[in-house]
């Protein structure tokens, strides 16, 4: 597969934040849709019996309820454009009376990294990162050929756990779907606490899941 990391692209970003439970005026998700929807790329909303959900045509999505707020969007420009909408408009929600901890129930960041080869990212899980041999494939996969396998990965980060899968897209089986998703039990100060989280999912993914997986299919 190809070696090269530009072609490893952030593609979605998502946070989910439990805190306190806070009084969520009716009035709160219409003005913030009004004043910054555009912005965000939110165009819709949707009241629910303790808070609400905007959403827009491009996958972002801002879901607000008394005790927990999450946000999630497709990153265009980049896992940094990504964060930068994100942590913006957490900062809208929470305006000047951000809760005293947050809880980060998960963190996902979600990747794909082109082969540039057709079947390139399963030939890449099975024969180089997963070196599943013949007798091995005849056993999980059968009569076969065209099996798909993946990894999966749990580690301790920060002071969280990361949970990494590595499979083949079946639509378009060059690229290969990183998907990192961190939780952490215990409470977060503040958003650029959470900020820093994320930082270390995408450096954990640009460094040494990066590294693994060239140095693996480069065999």
């Known amino acids: 597969m190809s070696r090269n990391p530009d072609l490893l692209r952030c593609e979605f970003l998502g946070v989910t934040l439990r805190h306190e439970e806070r009084a969520i005026d009716r009035a709160e998700p219409a003005l913030l849709l009004a004043r910054s929807g555009?912005?965000?790329?939110?165009?819709?909303?949707?009241?629910?019996?303790?808070?609400?959900?905007?959403?827009?045509?491009?996958?972002?999505?801002?879901v607000i309820r008394a005790g927990q707020t999450a946000t999630a969007g497709v990153t265009s420009l980049g896992f940094h454009e990504g964060l930068t909408r994100?942590?913006?408009?957490?900062e809208e929600v929470f305006g000047g009376e951000p809760p005293d901890a947050l809880w980060i129930e998960?963190?996902?960041?979600?990747a794909v990294w082109d082969t540039e080869e057709p079947d390139g990212?399963?030939?890449?899980?099975?024969?180089?990162i997963l070196q599943l041999d013949e007798e091995r494939l005849a056993l999980v996969s059968g009569d076969d050929p065209t099996a798909s396998h993946g990894l999966r990965i749990w580690r301790k980060l920060d002071d969280g756990a990361?949970?990494?899968?590595?499979?083949?897209?079946?639509?378009?089986?060059?690229?290969?779907?990183?998907?990192?998703?961190?939780?952490?039990?215990?409470?977060?100060?503040?958003l650029r606490?959470?900020?820093d989280r994320a930082e270390s999912?995408?450096?954990?993914?640009?460094?040494?899941?990066?590294?693994?997986?060239?140095?693996?299919a480069s065999r």
């Open 201 to 216: 999912v995408n450096e954990y993914l640009r460094g040494a899941l990066a590294d693994f997986v060239q140095t693996r």
């Open 38 to 62: 555009e912005a965000y790329g939110l165009n819709r909303l949707e009241y629910a019996d303790d808070g609400a959900t905007l959403s827009g045509p491009n996958g972002s999505e801002l």
């Open 106 to 110: 998960d963190l996902t960041l979600i």
């Open 86 to 90: 994100i942590t913006g408009i957490l």
């Open 193 to 195: 606490a959470v900020c």
């Open 121 to 128: 990212a399963r030939l890449a899980l099975t024969k180089d």
């Open 162 to 190: 990361l949970d990494v899968a590595l499979e083949p897209m079946h639509s378009e089986p060059s690229r290969l779907y990183l998907r990192l998703v961190y939780s952490q039990d215990d409470p977060v100060a503040d």
